[in-house]
């Protein structure tokens, strides 16, 4: 409406500056400075100026501009709400016989919560109770995720009215969310479940909405809250939990390395059956080898009794070699 308002000044400002001098014979400046309308004035101007106006409006009123994101349903006054909704863009419709009405068909929010976070967009309502299979009372934040279906603007403007939120999304929302918390247990909800529960909320959600001609996008489970007791229980469970699979993990690894243990000892001990048996098919072998690790600079060695004196190791070192 101020839109059309500033219109209308706009256009009789130009019209005016259009007959200026027909304006300053309409009006005349007297000695005191008040304005009167002077005696000589033209009813032609002043009809023109009136002829002009309803023009104007009824121009501005033919025509309907729907914003990006948006859609506008027709109300007819002989025929109703009209079956067809209006995409974004500039429409023709009827002046002051027909009125149309805009929809928002972006995402839109509701939230029940009762923290204190601020909501980006949409509606909010306080946090939701609901009963566990168990037995326990949970607190629960949501948030539903929906549009309008575009083709059912003028359905819903027509069997819900405006107020499609505290109507639709609210209730089936609150009603089936609590039915589903109710099949399974605090701890479900709590841990491992959680993403299945969310799954057949906006299983059972989903199909409701669409029959009223909300798309629902997203349920997003932000917070679940027990009593204190039992939200401590839960939280000695879990440590129970970690603390069994961190002893489980041990057994394992120690499982492992024995395991490893005794492939090395037999590994080992494999070796050395080995090389015995090369020590036995070859004596020499153990004289090379006592060779091999003396220093270097040793050249001559002692024996023990019954054997030669003094042998030249080098020697013997080679002639061992050239057997091997």
Do not use: C
Not at 163 to 180: E, G, L
Not at 217 to 231: D, G, S
């Amino acid at each position: 409406m101020s839109d059309f308002i500033i219109l209308i000044v706009i256009i009789m400002a130009i019209l005016i500056l259009a007959n200026k001098n027909k304006f300053q014979n309409f009006m005349s400046q007297q000695n005191n400075g008040a304005i009167e309308i002077n005696p000589k004035l033209s009813k032609k101007f002043l009809g023109g100026i009136i002829i002009g106006i309803i023009v104007l409006v009824l121009i501005f009123n033919s025509f309907v501009m729907v914003s990006g994101g948006h859609v506008a349903v027709i109300y007819d006054i002989g025929m109703g709400i009209l079956k067809k909704n209006l995409p974004p863009g500039l429409h023709l419709k009827i002046p002051f016989w027909q009125t149309a009405k805009e929809f928002n068909t972006r995402t839109q929010a509701f939230t029940m919560s009762s923290s204190e976070e601020n909501v980006a967009s949409g509606e909010k309502d306080n946090s939701m109770e609901a009963p566990t299979s168990d037995g326990q009372q949970v607190t629960i934040d949501v948030t539903v995720l929906f549009h309008l279906d575009p083709n059912n603007v003028n359905n819903i403007w027509q069997n819900i009215g405006e107020d499609y939120v505290q109507k639709i999304v609210k209730p089936i929302s609150r009603s089936q969310i609590r039915m589903a918390i109710s099949q399974y247990t605090a701890i479900d909800i709590y841990s491992e479940k959680r993403a299945e529960a969310v799954k057949k909320m906006t299983e059972e959600i989903k199909p409701m909405f669409a029959e009223k001609g909300i798309i629902l996008e997203e349920i997003l489970l932000r917070k679940v809250a027990f009593a204190p007791e039992y939200a401590k229980s839960i939280e000695e469970k879990q440590i129970a939990e970690q603390t069994i699979k961190k002893a489980k993990y041990d057994l394992e690894r120690i499982e492992v390395e024995k395991k490893q243990k005794i492939i090395i000892a037999q590994g080992e001990a494999e070796s050395i059956r080995l090389k015995g048996e090369m020590l036995r098919a070859n004596p020499q072998t153990i004289q090379y080898e006592f060779v091999q690790k003396m220093a270097e600079n040793v050249k001559w060695g002692f024996l023990p009794a019954n054997s030669l004196p003094m042998i030249d190791l080098k020697s013997l070192s080679e002639e061992v070699k050239t057997k091997f």
